[in-house]
Antibody, heavy 117, light 107 residues
Framework: QVQLQESGPGLVTPSETLSLTCTVS????????WSWIRRPPGKGLEWIGY???????SYNPSLKSRVTISVDTSKNQFSLKLSSVTAADTAVYYCARDLLDRGLDFWGQGTLVTVSS | DIQMTQSPSSLSASVGDGVTITCRAS??????LNWYQQKPGKAPKLLIYAASTLQSGVPSRFSGSGSGTDFTLTISTLQPEDFATYYC?????????FGQGTKLEIK
């Protein structure tokens, strides 16, 4: 059974960079796409972007100028960096395995990131 | 971006009832439509992909249909564990987008 676990700071200062890592266990990161999704308080789900294990990426245009997703296949991890954060970036952040036309089938438990001084 | 609109936004029903949630895309997404269930404090769970294919392990009381722009999720006989929020998601093109969610509550 594939498991995903997000890790990173739960509090980020405005204008700084949010950094999260997703560790994949129970399966290889190879041959799959891996997505980041977030859910702001009281709102719905927003897809941030995905990365293929080879390193190719696709980002949501609404965040593209501030987002970087990277992969480390040797550690079975992928990461999210979101720069110049504001309070609007406060959300629960999820990582997930992305099967594209077959949906997001395995998810991390989610991690709350609060942007505040 | 493709906009996904769910209706209703909330729904009250009783155990044993059947319910239907609809999802409409702003343009054709063929059958690239997925449904998720989310409970408070938990990650979303994939229920149905490609509009009508049941994800492994999901009870058969869940079913999906539709293509093009109009889709439905039906729960045939509600169980206590089904009360949750449901989201549709299109995976036809990036950025992937989700509906705003339908909260299913106990009457």
């Amino acid at each position: 059974q594939v498991q995903l676990q997000e890790s990173g700071p739960g509090l980020v200062t405005p204008s700084e960079t949010l950094s999260l890592t997703c560790t994949v266990s129970g399966g290889s990161i190879n041959s799959y796409y891996w997505s980041w999704i977030r859910r702001p308080p009281g709102k719905g789900l927003e897809w941030i972007g995905y990365i293929y294990y080879t390193g190719s990426t696709s980002y949501n245009p609404s965040l593209k100028s501030r987002v970087t997703i990277s992969v480390d296949t040797s550690k079975n991890q992928f990461s999210l960096k979101l720069s110049s954060v504001t309070a609007a970036d406060t959300a629960v952040y999820y990582c997930a395995r992305d099967l594209l036309d077959r949906g997001l089938d395995f998810w991390g438990q989610g991690t709350l990131v609060t942007v505040s001084s | 971006d493709i906009q996904m609109t769910q209706s209703p936004s909330s729904l009250s029903a009783s155990v044993g009832d059947g319910v239907t949630i609809t999802c409409r895309a702003s343009q054709s997404i063929r059958s690239y439509l997925n449904w998720y269930q989310q409970k408070p404090g938990k990650a979303p769970k994939l229920l149905i992909y490609a509009a009508s294919t049941l994800q492994s392990g999901v009870p058969s009381r869940f079913s999906g249909s539709g293509s093009g722009t109009d889709f439905t999720l039906t729960i045939s006989t509600l169980q206590p564990e089904d009360f949750a929020t449901y989201y549709c998601q299109q995976s036809h093109s990036t950025p992937q987008t989700f509906g705003q969610g339908t909260k299913l509550e106990i009457k």
